[in-house]
T-cell receptor, first 118, second 116 residues
Framework: AQKITQTQPGMFVQEKEAVTLDCTYDTSDQSYGLFWYKQPSSGEMIFLIYQGSYDEQNATEGRYSLNFQKARKSANLVISASQLGDSAMYFCAMREGREAGNNRKLIWGLGTSLAVNP | NAGVTQTPKFQVLKTGQSMTLQCAQDMNHEYMSWYRQDPGMGLRLIHYSVGAGITDQGEVPNGYNVSRSTTEDFPLRLLSAAPSQTSVYFC???????????????FGAGSRLTVL
């Protein structure tokens, strides 16, 4: 069974509007971390935002926020005021277990392609 | 500050050839890793290292070899290339420790490999 599920293969949003990209996860660990990365057409992977399982507040980074609903095991990415440069693939990823001991192994979703229309 | 540098960016090999993908980082990161990215499969971990002299297998290690003789370098060797190894390869690194910033993987620009 997939541990990270991104159910939206493709999304469209109008410039300046907000968009939510879905991510659900499956883990039995109490300690874990959730990440979102952006991959533009140029191919590089760009870190956007991180949420630890014990963080009480939803993470925010500029126009990006993570809607973390622990009971539902969802970690949706919200992009406010979309820009043309936001057109890219977006990947959700999870680290199971604590980050101690250099645990950096991530499990990745298959991604959502976002197109921002002018 | 170069970050994570991967070379080459593109490579075409014939089946059975060997090659090395180079990865170097200048951020003094203890953790380094190699992923491959295939359509419909997402990113999959090949090998990783938590420090010089220490390496371990990831999810899809077969056909690949790694070594970590220095903190900065983490080359990925394809021993006998196969068409199934056609992919985009990413090297990624991060700090050790448990601060929130240490969690973040910094990626190289990727290396596109085609095996004919």
């Amino acid at each position: 069974a997939q541990k990270i599920t991104q159910t939206q293969p493709g999304m469209f949003v109008q410039e300046k509007e907000a968009v939510t990209l879905d991510c659900t996860y499956d883990t039995s660990d109490q300690s874990y971390g959730l990440f979102w990365y952006k991959q533009p057409s140029s191919g590089e992977m760009i870190f956007l935002i991180y949420q630890g399982s014990y963080d009480e507040q939803n993470a925010t980074e500029g126009r990006y926020s993570l809607n973390f609903q622990k009971a539902r095991k969802s970690a949706n990415l919200v992009i406010s005021a979309s820009q043309l440069g936001d057109s890219a693939m977006y990947f959700c990823a999870m680290r199971e277990g604590r980050e101690a001991g250099n645990n950096r192994k991530l499990i990745w979703g298959l991604g959502t392609s976002l197109a921002v229309n002018p | 500050n170069a970050g994570v540098t991967q070379t080459p960016k593109f490579q075409v090999l014939k089946t059975g050839q060997s090659m090395t993908l180079q990865c170097a980082q200048d951020m003094n990161h203890e953790y380094m890793s190699w992923y491959r990215q295939d359509p419909g499969m997402g990113l999959r971990l090949i090998h990783y290292s938590v420090g010089a002299g220490i390496t371990d297998q990831g999810e899809v290690p077969n056909g690949y070899n790694v070594s970590r003789s220095t903190t900065e370098d983490f080359p990925l060797r394809l021993l006998s290339a196969a068409p199934s190894q056609t992919s985009v390869y990413f090297c990624a690194s991060s700090l050790a420790g448990s601060s929130s910033g240490a969690n973040v993987l910094t990626f190289g620009a990727g290396s596109r490999l085609t095996v004919l």
